[in-house]
């Protein structure tokens, strides 16, 4: 039991300091840009990243989240890896495609294919620590991910710095994250797998049918996040591309606690389902939900009287004039985490089917209002509708969950 307590310990700090780091990245690239390259560079990169992580869902696919908690081991290491493989080259293509149809000029379009492709790395890398999840060592999970984020931020800095080139900085962090990848990531991961299995073709595809709704779930529910960015980008300017960028990157840090907190989590979630342990399941759920929540409001205190400061310290640009939009959008952001909690909990008991249909709600009010409030009230109307589907998604989540966790167990006691 020590012994299972030590490495759980090991898991959730390296498991924090990896992932927290990788995600506080965007936010160090964009500090980088926006003080190097302008307001303007800024913008294109914002946008082009932002990009980037919506299609890095089609390369996780069903994402590790799946992976974990395939409980019946039908589907093999290397059935798993070579699934990801052609998700991951599908990203490429899809990034490619998505430039054709915006229109974008030569510059524009290979930003967003080189942060497509950095993504790519990473979405690859993924399916590699589910296997080393799987196999309880987070911590090297954890390990990669610090490497890659440090080395990236320090690469990326230092190359913008001496050549105020966006993309050839973009470039040295793609090598970063492949000189890791092969040297670390493999090396680690090969201990666990075997390579003699031979990969069936129907697991291949399996994995992408069965996988399905839980793809469709992560892309939606990443692109909600985002719609109001496009809707600046049809409509506005790309120095307001930077801004909203900028007061939405501190909801990141919500997302970042939410994410190293249900992860170590996820095993103890299946086992209670399984277990058909109703009371701790629920107690587990509200014990996240309140960790969240008060990060939410110390987040909010911050942010209202602190934040326009602080970040225009940072960034070398006047925000005082947005000191409630990055209010809402701190609460937004708590809202939407907590819906992020429910979202997995149905996930790792294989109900997707559902949220599926919840996210194409979201995503079509996202899209129409985003659009709608973003051309008439320009950058409030893009921080309201931010504010409107957070709001709507937590409304569902919420609702929904408890219901059908409640179904489901009374359901089996009158069965018994």
């Excluded at 408890?402 to 167990?409: D, H, M, P, S, T």
């Amino acid at each position: 039991m020590e012994k299972e307590n030590v490495q759980f310990r090991k898991n959730f700090i390296w498991n924090v300091l990896g992932t927290g780091l990788n995600a506080f990245n965007s936010l160090f690239f964009m500090i980088i840009v926006t003080r190097l390259n302008g307001v303007d560079q800024a913008g294109i990169f914002t946008i082009a990243f932002s990009t980037a992580c919506i299609i890095y869902f089609v390369g996780v696919y069903a994402g590790r989240i799946y992976q974990v908690t395939e409980l019946n081991k039908e589907i093999t290491d290397k059935e798993f890896i070579v699934n990801r493989s052609i998700s991951t080259i599908l990203m490429l293509i899809l990034v490619i495609l998505f430039s054709v149809i915006r229109g974008y000029n030569l510059y524009k379009s290979t930003m967003f294919l080189l942060l497509t492709l950095y993504k790519a790395l990473e979405a690859f890398s993924d399916v590699l620590y589910g296997i080393l999840q799987k196999n309880d060592r987070l911590e090297i999970v954890g390990k990669s991910f610090f490497m890659k984020a440090l080395f990236s931020v320090i690469l990326f800095f230092i190359i913008d710095y001496i050549t105020k080139n966006m993309i050839i900085s973009t470039i040295s962090i793609i090598l970063v994250n492949i000189i890791i990848l092969i040297v670390f990531d493999f090396k680690n991961v090969l201990k666990f797998v075997d390579l003699k299995t031979k990969v069936k073709k129907e697991n291949i595809l399996k994995i992408f049918k069965s996988g399905f709704f839980t793809f469709a779930i992560s892309f939606l529910g990443v692109y909600i996040l985002n719609a109001p960015k496009y809707a600046i980008d049809s409509f506005l300017a790309e120095n307001y591309q930077t801004i909203f960028g900028i007061i939405v990157m501190p909801a990141t840090v919500i997302g970042l606690v939410a994410q190293f907190l249900i992860h170590p989590y996820l095993n103890k979630i299946v086992e209670l389902y399984k277990n058909r342990d109703l009371k701790n399941l629920n107690k587990l759920i509200l014990k996240l939900i309140f960790m969240i929540v008060a990060f939410g409001i110390i987040s909010s205190l911050l942010a209202y009287f602190l934040g326009p400061e602080v970040l225009g310290l940072v960034y070398g640009i006047d925000l005082k004039v947005y000191r409630i939009g990055l209010l809402i959008i701190i609460i937004s952001a708590t809202l939407y985490t907590i819906g992020v909690i429910y979202s997995s909990v149905l996930t790792a008991v294989r109900e997707t089917f559902s949220q599926f249909i919840a996210y194409i709600i979201i995503s079509l009010f996202a899209i129409v209002c985003s659009n709608i409030l973003t051309k008439q009230k320009e950058m409030n109307g893009a921080v309201i509708a931010y504010f409107a589907i957070m709001a709507l998604q937590f409304i569902i989540y919420t609702t929904y969950t408890n219901i059908k966790l409640r179904k489901i167990f009374n359901k089996e006691e009158e069965n018994e």
